[in-house]
């Protein structure tokens, strides 16, 4: 009953979504306002359709109807209540339903505001987000439906169907198979879904991106409409990311927290891109320029939505985060091509029109290094891109390698896989280069700048810098790639504080205020600067993280008997004792405890451990983890003897400062937070250079 009135509701919101989609364009293109408005009606309804679509399935989970099968492939008796609802997104089926049921909220939300300045943007953004919407109710509907059931044919052969085949019974499993072990984690409550916010809200923008180029409207309006969404998009994706990292650190057992997996990839290839064109639209709104580039940035962030959820859902790559092989693949591959094509149709005949008047007037202005930023961005973009689909295309060459022998000495057919050395080598001096930007950007002008001005602005911050790199050299550090990346994080640390303290002194100047009064009335009167200053200090912090681990980390590995010790620069891991037993949610554990030493101290106790899952026969391993703001010793149980007295094998890492990457994230979130908040009023203060500027965005 309850599965027929999902299944439903996903009928009749796919019938409502191809209603309102061509309601929406006759409407528009007939000039009538009664279609737009039932386009617009149709638009709001799909949401609560799709609550009730969703809830059936979270029903069905949290109840244990093992008679549907999504419900018997990802929950399980023994699985709690939390980990049941959250299996509504840990599945294949489930997940796209769910992706559907937050992109209704988002179009209804966009759908919800005030349309009387912007009437004739209305149609087409209904339009985009329903055809968006129909697309993966149609993956739903007819490729992975949640709500098909297990039968029984008279001979006992098992089968599934939505409705009742002729001659079967309902055949229900004892129990399900349940979530595997890598998602019985916090973390599967909080990384989809903002993953997922992240990736259904640029749609948005998106939307609006593509009204502007029907209608004809070359001006920024969409771009001040959708700043904010497009924030709430960049943060959503962000918090997504880092909180995949997050949970990687925790479960997957090899000390760090990016691999450059091909899914991870996918998902990082949208936010560079949506980066970019948060910095890039900034240039339109000042200085009217790179209309034509931010539509090709935000046609291809829509498209690299589509494609990392593509890759996820296909099967087409091997990865920790892919589903199951699906027959969606060549789905997505279509919808890809044809979104793709036409929006480079619609930019091509508006491509003259979004031409600007405005020149770049220096290469040292604001609006130069922020497209500097851009290259950046699109060129670890292009690295990311290529790293991905290679292994793809060379598996593809050697298809046609084998149907054409001419060329069978050519392509040789296996799959080239793209490792994380290439990643780093190709990407680090571009993020290095991001970082420098970081640094000189905020101290240029827009339109008038130069060399000499902005050298009188960066000097200061300049010296500061290099006194850190000396304070390191005295300290015995030899590694040119951490000194340099110090150096960076430190000189852009030195820029944002000394630019917002001339602001705040500026203002006490002219206001007579407290330095803290001034502080705080600057801060909220400009929050989109004030954010953004503190968005920099987040990704310092990051970078010190991400230093630490990536150039510091050190590792070793032994098998030792119980009472031994295995030691690791300044540490000392002493086993002590195992124990192995099962628990009542269907696991077996082995359980290490160990005992550590730094500098010959005693400094805590580590609880390393195996769990293995008797219904799915996976194991997980769960790191032991002494944390503190100077570093990680992260110890992994990886085999042991029978018997708890005969040994256990561990491999410890060395994790320096890789806490600063957690703690630089809440700095970012909180920037981006301040930074999409309205403005009370506009920024008043401005600090005065040699040359005429503007106040800062």
């Known amino acids: ?84 609802v959250t299996s509504l997104w840990g599945g294949q089926a489930g997940s796209l339903i769910f992706w559907s049921w937050l992109m209704s909220a988002f179009a209804t939300a966009v759908t919800l505001r005030k349309w009387d300045r912007d009437r004739e943007f209305l149609p087409w953004v209904i339009l985009v987000s329903l055809v968006t919407l129909a697309f993966f109710l149609i993956l739903s509907i007819f490729v992975e439906n949640p709500f098909v059931s297990f039968w029984q044919t008279p001979t006992g052969n098992i089968t599934t169907a939505m409705f009742q085949p002729a001659g079967t019974s309902l055949y229900i499993p004892q129990d399900g198979n349940g979530l595997n072990p890598l998602l019985r984690h916090p973390g599967m409550i909080f990384h989809p879904p903002m993953l997922y916010l992240g990736f259904v809200s640029f749609v948005i923008p998106y939307a609006f991106a593509i009204a502007a180029l029907v209608t004809g409207r070359t001006d920024d309006r969409w771009i001040r409409i959708t700043r904010r969404w497009t924030l709430v998009a960049w943060l959503f994706l962000s918090l997504g990311l880092v909180l995949g990292g997050r949970w990687a650190y925790d479960v997957l057992g090899w000390g760090g927290y990016w691999n450059w997996d091909p899914v991870e990839t996918s998902s990082l290839m949208p936010w560079l891109t949506g980066t970019a064109f948060l ?127 001419a060329l069978a000495g050519v392509f040789t057919g296996q799959k080239v896989t793209v490792g994380p050395e290439y990643y780093e080598r190709a990407t680090g001096p571009l993020f290095a280069s991001l970082l420098l930007l970081m640094g000189i950007a905020p101290l240029s002008a827009w339109k008038y700048s130069t060399s000499k001005t902005l050298g009188n602005a960066v000097w200061k911050p300049f010296l500061a810098s290099l006194l850190v790199v000396a304070a390191l050299l005295l300290g015995g550090m030899r590694s040119w790639a951490a000194i340099l990346g110090f150096w960076l994080s430190a000189f852009v640390t030195f820029v944002t504080v000394y630019e917002f303290w001339r602001t705040i002194w500026a203002r006490h100047n002219a206001r007579n205020e407290n330095l803290l009064e001034s502080w705080w009335r600057m801060a909220g009167k400009n929050r989109r600067r004030s954010g953004g200053y503190l968005i920099h200090l987040g990704v310092v912090l990051m970078a010190l993280g991400i230093i630490g681990i990536e150039i510091f980390q050190t590792e070793t590995q032994g098998a030792i008997p119980q009472g031994g010790e295995i030691n690791l620069g300044h540490y000392t891991v002493q086993f002590d004792s195992l124990s192995v037993f099962d628990t009542g949610d269907g696991r077996n554990v082995a359980r290490a405890v160990v005992s550590v030493y730094k500098d010959g101290k005693y400094v805590g106790e580590l609880h390393p451990r195996r769990d293995y899952y008797y219904e799915s026969q996976q194991p997980m391993t769960i790191a032991g983890v002494r944390s503190t703001m100077e570093d990680d010793l992260y110890v992994i149980l990886a085999d042991w003897q029978p018997l708890s007295t005969a040994g256990a094998t561990f491999k410890i890492y060395h994790n320096p400062l890789v806490n600063w990457l957690w703690l630089g994230t809440i700095v970012f979130i909180l920037g981006t937070l301040v930074a999409a908040w309205p403005d009370k009023e506009p920024e008043m203060v401005v600090v005065q250079r040699s040359v005429p500027v503007t106040s800062k965005a």
């Not at 293109?29 to 149709?42: E, F, G, H, M, Y």
């Not at 005949?349 to 020149?359: C, E, I, M, P, V």
């Open 1 to 84: 009953m309850v599965a027929n009135l999902g299944f439903g509701t996903l009928i009749i919101t796919f019938l409502v979504s191809i209603y309102g989609a061509v309601a929406a364009y006759f409407g528009a293109r007939k000039n009538s306002p009664a279609l737009v408005d039932t386009a617009r009606n149709a638009m709001l309804l799909t949401f609560p359709l799709l609550s009730i679509t969703a809830l059936s399935i979270v029903y069905l989970l949290v109840a244990g109807h093992f008679e549907v099968q999504y419900v018997t492939e990802v929950s399980s008796n023994s699985m709690p209540i939390y980990l049941r």
């Open 279 to 405: 910095h890039s639209v900034m240039i339109q709104e000042k200085r009217g320029m790179l209309k034509q580039w931010n539509m090709v940035l935000i046609i291809l962030t829509y498209d690299l939505v589509i494609f990392g959820t593509f890759l996820t859902r296909s099967g087409v790559l091997s990865s920790v985060h892919a589903f199951a092989q699906s027959a969606i693949g060549p789905l997505f591959f279509g919808f890809i091509g044809l979104t793709f094509v036409v929006s480079l149709s619609l930019l091509s005949r508006r491509w003259s029109d979004l031409k600007s008047g405005a020149q770049m007037t220096s290469w040292f202005s604001r609006e130069a290094l922020f497209l500097l930023n851009n290259l950046f961005f699109f060129g670890i973009f292009v690295v990311c891109f290529w790293g991905v689909i290679f292994p793809v295309l060379s598996e593809a060459l050697g298809i046609v390698g084998q149907k054409i022998p």
